[in-house]
């Protein structure tokens, strides 16, 4: 195994999203850039903390005691 550097591995182009960006919004990101987490950000672009698909609610198919695919 090489040793490789986290500048070898990282994404430089970054998506992110800021603490008023809706959760919905957050999925589509995540569905879109096929990624499972990004930064929140605020004004000045420093990094609040990380959002992760588990996070996210769940849509209302994939709850618990919910049948596939139907609303609540």
């Known amino acids: 195994m090489q040793n490789r550097t986290v500048a070898e591995v990282m994404t430089w182009e970054v998506v992110q999203?800021?603490?008023?960006t809706p959760a919905k919004e957050l999925a589509r990101l995540l569905d879109v850039h096929?990624?499972?987490?990004?930064?929140?950000?605020?004004?000045d672009d420093k990094v609040m903390g990380v959002v992760s698909r588990t996070d996210l609610p769940a849509?209302?198919?994939d709850r618990p005691g919910s049948p596939a695919g139907?609303?609540?």
Do not use: E
């Open 70 to 72: 139907r609303l609540p």
């Open 17 to 20: 999203a800021r603490p008023d």
């Open 34 to 43: 096929r990624i499972s987490g990004l930064p929140v950000v605020d004004g």
């Open 59 to 61: 849509p209302p198919g």
